[in-house]
C-alpha cells in the first residue's frame, strides 16, 4: 500500500542540497512494514541514519497513528550500523 509519507520522503530525497540533512516525523510503519522495503533499501544504501526514534502512540492530539522521527544525511559512503536487540525475558530495555 502506497502511503503519503513514502512521496514526501522520495520529494525530500530530491529536494535537499548535498550537505541537507533530512529529518522527519512520520508513521512507525517505516520500521517494519513490508510495503516499506524497497524505500528501507534506498536510505541504508545512500544515506546515513543519525537517528531513529519510535515515538509510539498519543504523539499528537486527535491522531491514532504511532510515530517515529527520522534524521538522516547525504553519504558517498553511506554506512549505518543496525542493531537488533530482542530481550530474551519479558523485561523491558
Known amino acids: 500500500m502506497i502511503d503519503t509519507f513514502m512521496f514526501?520522503?522520495?520529494?525530500s530525497f530530491i529536494i535537499?542540497?548535498?550537505?541537507?540533512?533530512?529529518?522527519?516525523?512520520?508513521?512507525d510503519v517505516i520500521l517494519y512494514q513490508i510495503d516499506n522495503i524497497k524505500l528501507r533499501e534506498k536510505i541504508?544504501?545512500?544515506?546515513?541514519?543519525?537517528?531513529?526514534?519510535?515515538?509510539g502512540d498519543n504523539i499528537f492530539e486527535d491522531v491514532a497513528r504511532p510515530s517515529c522521527i527520522l534524521q538522516l544525511v547525504k553519504s558517498a559512503k553511506a554506512r549505518t550500523n543496525v542493531l537488533n536487540l530482542e530481550s530474551k525475558s519479558n523485561k523491558h530495555l
Open 44 to 55: 541504508l544504501a545512500n544515506y546515513q541514519l543519525l537517528i531513529i526514534v519510535n515515538l
Open 16 to 27: 535537499k542540497s548535498n550537505q541537507g540533512l533530512i529529518c522527519q516525523i512520520i508513521p
Open 8 to 11: 514526501f520522503i522520495n520529494l
